[in-house]
């Protein structure tokens, strides 16, 4: 840890994912932007409860998706039945039918990168280091505690206040993690 | 999921402005019937045979769903049983009476009937005894004898357990879709080779049952779907439906527009790229005329279109969307079934003309099931209201003591946190 | 006894009879910690005394399996028996078996995933790792069937010395394009799940070179909300993807055959009896897999007997589709009047391999119908017999499909017996010793069933219930 060791957030520990969801409606309700819930797994209706919209990984598929299946149609008819044509057994030299089963293939192939790789992008991960990951208790984050941090940077953060919020909706072992 | 709520609170479907529709199919439909009946008999049976093919895939859907919840154990579809377990029922009298018909008329239908020499036809010869007046009416007969004994073992141990709550009920009914489901595979693959395939006797298909039934199980899922949402919204089954049914049920209809592509397309394909000619002729015909354009259709009717529809997950939840799409599965089933039927009769192109005989014949036959129907919906309970299952399917957690964890529930975001306690023992 | 009962929205609501609650996923009410140490426990430990022995001989066998490919590479594919007129042997056999055993991961982790089935969770990491080292196994297949392997790089989109591009209208291409692509998603889908649950082992490691492996490859997931969000639409989508992917790879498989003029190999409903047959047999594999190693592991608290009977029920399902599809096609063959069809089929049951062809029905359709019986399926030692006994049959099928439709020709001519040589046999064992040593390596370092998600469907995981913190009678 550095001298000039700056505040990260404030983070907050539950027991239970019912308290930590209605932890999470509470903070939403003041309004914070930069806070987040963590949890050993995704809890069902705690995207509800901190107000998340849609997640946008399904742009990323479709775009995947779209540009495999032409990929595969445009190259498929370029390769053998414009560049060097090749007649065989009578078949036309490009039918959307033999040419179906590589390009969908293709756009599975492509869809899925846009899966995993857009959700990695929209995560911005990966991520080799993280303030959070020097804290002692928060390894239980991926055991069996939930935790809530709401960053210091937020233009709602108000220390002592939101400290206050915390405390008042369950939240135990509050602590200032830094930088 | 962020799916847009249901709001609760619209006023309530009022029915009885529609009341009459069923007696108007019957009488319109009826007449015009009998009009086609009397100019044109063989134009007739073969619309006949496509409103009764038609019906028969609403009435066999059916009898799959309920089958098929019994065989998974499921939770969230025990609401939607007790209507399926009444269309399932309507094949005796009812479709048995629809077929005579077709009995009447199968030599118009089925050009085998018609050879006398079956030795200069070696592709008939073959199907003996099969392909013989006694062999089509004998099994004719033996598929709706299984139907029938189906459908109702399955109705009766379900009204039962309305009245004991027994667990036995329970338990029989899955004996009866364990044995079921084999028996309908094998009845209804016959039926339709014998009703359908056959009346180009010179083709075959392995695959021809699967796609009937793939076809069958998506508009019967459109038609669940919105039989679901008038109960909803008139009342009757508003107190146990949850929003997962209409979920539940748009995706099942997702994933037969997708299986009922893969398995045309499949079909065509292999016998596309073969090119065989004992298979080929059978979609050379349909290449025809006109007959290219309802191929067309199907291939962007019956899957692009219901695909791109379907492929939402609010969507499915959204009645307003929902409903077209519905009424849209009944339409392409039906140049489905033309496309299949009509060729024979017409090998130019679709017939347009004689569009009126088959909604004709459709219209008799859907007014007097609906009729029917109805009169069985009305005296028995809406669903099954003993059924163990039920609490789950209006997504809450079973009242009992231990705790249940099963892959019953997801949508835990529209649980209650707990069952209100008014009431508890 | 009288069952509780309560009235909601007018409804009088009652709890089920004892014999038909439903158990739950994990046993003992095991919470959220416990999950966490019970899997990650299993790499964690020191090594066990079973571990070194069976991966010693794995990997023995796997140094066979490239012996045999080296031999085969120096000499020429006269080591096999394959000749005039069975050209597809045993590596075609052994290629569509290998990959209709990945089937059954695929179809744990992504269908029965769109089914809402939360029993998955607890095998599905495990069967996902089945179906990557299976397609391994059935990838070597093709390659060295191709006889001059140094040219297999002619199948890949990119012109070769003449300036000539592969020729897209054979199957054979699209199986190319489908087994990668298989092999490509197959193992994203894989990582993606790991993700979660490789950031447990980091934040659990003792060494350091281990905080460092898991460190990296958890790519710094911390299990935020948000993250998870993201996470969870992404896996839905994989899983939408998967889904008609698993169906169309066993589906282009069957294409090399059913687009084919010869009887026995074109029938149109070969595309969907394929992708049930490597259900099934992927099904087999997973049991005969799982069912030791939930003792050994002492897993048997999360994968417990209602996951065993419900593998087994599909199983017996899967088993009776195929069943299904063998009827039809001897049905077609007499229905077809083809003298060259009913020949063919004739032939399978009652010609030279007739032994083949009723070891495959028994095994594929038969036996499992023991399935039908609560007793058989649960009792562990039966359904592990009968498990191996689904590979068996699945392997006789894909038998009785290459060979018996290929050793008897239109025309006697063109007759002939076809056996495989003893390259051909050790080839085919050595892949199982390339798949134990992969899964053996498995087993050992990362976590065999999927953490997180597993901890998702326990009623401790669930907001609304009493034992995830619900107070009584409280909305939100």
Request: aromatic share 16%; proline share 6%; with cysteine.
């Amino acid at each position: 840890m550095s001298e000039t060791a700056t505040p990260y957030g404030l983070i907050a520990e539950f027991a239970t994912p019912a308290d930590a969801m209605h932890a999470a409606e509470k903070v939403r309700d003041q309004g914070f932007k930069r806070w987040d819930v963590y949890s050993p797994y995704p809890v069902h209706g705690m995207d509800k409860a901190m107000g998340l919209k849609n997640s946008k990984v399904g742009w990323f598929t479709f775009c995947g998706g779209v540009t495999g299946y032409t990929l595969g149609m445009v190259m498929i008819w370029w390769m053998n039945a414009h560049d060097y044509a090749i007649p065989v057994g009578g078949k036309p030299m490009f039918s959307p039918f033999s040419a179906f089963p590589p390009s969908y293939e293709l756009t599975i192939l492509l869809g899925a990168f846009g899966a995993l790789f857009g959700m990695l992008i929209v995560n911005r991960l990966p991520r080799l280091h993280h303030p959070l990951l020097k804290h002692a208790r928060f390894k239980l984050a991926s055991h069996d505690r939930f935790f809530i941090v709401i960053e210091c940077a937020d233009p709602s953060y108000r220390g002592d206040e939101t400290r206050a919020l915390l405390e008042s909706a369950g939240g135990h072992n509050i602590e200032l993690v830094e930088e | 999921m962020s799916a847009p709520k249901q709001p609760s609170q619209t006023p309530t479907l009022d029915l009885s402005r529609w009341r009459n529709v069923p007696n108007l199919m019957m009488g319109i439909g009826g007449a015009g019937a009998l009009l086609g009946l009397i100019v044109n008999p063989t134009q007739f049976a073969h619309s006949w045979l496509l409103g009764f093919m038609f019906c028969l895939s609403l009435v066999m859907g059916a009898l799959f769903l309920v089958i098929v919840h019994h065989l998974f154990d499921a939770g969230w579809s025990v609401p939607i049983r007790r209507f399926c377990e009444h269309i399932a029922n309507l094949v005796f009298p009812w479709m048995v009476a629809f077929f005579v018909p077709i009995a009447l008329f199968a030599p118009k239908l089925y050009s085998w009937m018609d050879i006398k020499d079956r030795a200069g036809h070696p592709a008939l010869e073959a199907k003996y005894p099969l392909f013989t007046m006694g062999g089509f009416y004998l099994v004719s007969a033996l598929c709706f004898a299984v139907w029938w004994w189906l459908a109702k073992g399955l109705r009766d141990a379900s009204l039962e357990q309305d009245r004991t709550g027994a667990a036995e009920c329970t338990h029989r009914m899955r004996r009866y879709a364990g044995g079921g489901i084999v028996l309908f595979a094998f009845t209804l693959t016959l039926a339709v080779i014998l009703w359908m395939k056959g009346m180009m006797y010179e083709w075959f298909s392995t695959m021809y049952g699967v796609y009937y039934f793939a076809g069958s199980v998506w508009m019967t899922l459109g038609t669940v779907y919105l039989i679901t949402m008038v109960l909803k919204r008139n009342g009757t089954l508003a107190a146990v439906l949850h929003e997962h049914q209409f979920y539940f049920i748009g995706s099942l209809m997702f994933a037969f527009t997708v299986f009922y592509a893969y398995i045309h397309f499949s079909q065509y394909f292999i016998i596309w790229n073969a090119n065989v000619p004992e298979e080929t002729f059978w979609y050379v015909l349909r290449e025809q005329g006109t007959w290219w354009y309802v191929g067309m259709i199907i291939i962007f009717g019956h899957f692009f279109l219901p695909f791109l529809a379907l492929l939402r997950i609010d969507l499915k939840l959204t009645f307003w969307w929902m409903t077209p799409i519905c009424v849209w599965t009944w339409l392409m089933h039906y140049f489905d079934l033309s496309f299949n039927i009509m060729p024979t009769l017409h090998p130019d192109g679709f017939p347009l003309f004689w569009i009126w005989l088959d909604l004709a014949c459709l219209a008799l036959m859907v007014g007097l099931l609906t009729r029917a129907f109805l009169a069985n919906f009305a005296r028995h309970a809406p669903f099954p209201v003993k059924d163990p299952r039920l609490c789950e399917a209006m997504g809450l957690i079973a009242p009992c003591a231990s705790p249940i964890s099963g892959g019953e529930m997801d949508e835990t975001d529209e649980l209650a946190d707990a069952l209100p306690q008014t009431g508890a023992k | 006894m009288a069952r509780a009962s309560k009235t909601v929205n007018g409804v009088q609501l009652t709890a089920p009879p004892q014999e038909l609650v439903r158990e739950p996923l994990v046993a003992n009410q095991r919470g959220l910690g416990w999950l966490s140490d019970a899997v990650a426990g299993i790499s964690e430990r020191p090594t066990p005394k079973w571990w070194w022995p069976a991966f010693l001989t794995s990997l023995g066998l796997m140094t066979v399996c490239f012996a045999m490919i080296a031999y085969l590479m120096s000499t020429g594919v006269g080591v096999w028996g394959l000749g005039h007129p069975v050209m597809w042997g045993w590596a075609i056999v052994n290629f569509v078996w290998w990959i209709g055993i990945g089937h059954a991961g695929t179809l744990i982790s992504a269908i029965l995933f769109l089914l809402r089935q939360r029993w998955r969770t607890a095998v599905n990491r495990a069967a996902e790792a089945m179906t990557i080292f299976a397609v391994m196994c059935a990838g070597i297949f093709p390659v060295i069937h191709v006889g001059r392997i140094w040219f297999a790089w002619w199948l890949f989109p990119i012109p070769n010395a003449n300036s000539i591009w592969p020729q897209f209208r054979s199957p054979l291409m699209w199986d190319v394009f489908a087994v990668s692509t298989y092999f490509t998603v197959s193992l994203l889908f894989w990582y993606m799940g790991l993700i979660p649950d490789l950031a447990v082992m980091r934040d659990r490691a003792k060494t350091k070179l281990k905080k460092f492996a898991y460190g990296l490859f958890s790519l710094g997931w911390l299990g935020a909300n948000r993250h998870w969000s993201n996470y969870e639409k992404a896996y839905l989508l994989l899983a939408g993807l998967s889904t008609p992917l698993v169906l169309s790879v066993h589906s282009i498989v069957s294409l090399d055959f059913s687009v084919s003029q010869l009887p026995g190999w074109h029938t149109t409903i070969f595309p969907p009896y394929f992708v049930a047959g490597a259900v099934f047999s992927g099904f087999g594999m997973v049991l005969t897999l799982l069912i030791p190693l939930r003792k050994m592991c002492g897993l048997e608290d999360v994968i417990t007997m209602r996951h065993i009977e419900l593998m087994c029920k599909v199983t017996l399902a899967t088993g009776t589709i195929v069943g299904y599809a063998y009827g039809m096609e001897v049905f077609i063959a007499w229905y077809s009047g083809n003298p060259y069809e009913q020949f063919a089929f004739w032939n399978r049951a009652f010609g030279p391999y007739w032994w083949s062809y009723w070891i495959m029905l028994s095994c594929n359709v038969f036996i499992p119908q023991l399935f039908w019986f609560k007793k058989v399926r649960r009792n562990l030692a039966v359904v592990w017999v009968m498990s191996i006994l689904v590979n068996v049959g699945m392997w006789f099928e894909r038998f009785v499909i290459v060979v018996t439709s290929l050793n008897r020709d239109f025309l006697p001519a063109n007759w002939g017996y076809y056996v495989p040589t003893w390259v051909d046999i050790l080839t085919y064992v050595g892949t199982f010793g390339l798949f134990f040593t992969f899964f053996l390596l498995f087993l050992r370092f990362l976590p065999i069933v999927a953490i997180a998600e597993v901890k998702g469907v326990i009623p401790q995981a669930d907001p609304h219930h009493p034992l995830g913190g619900a107070k009584p009678g409280a909305h939100h």
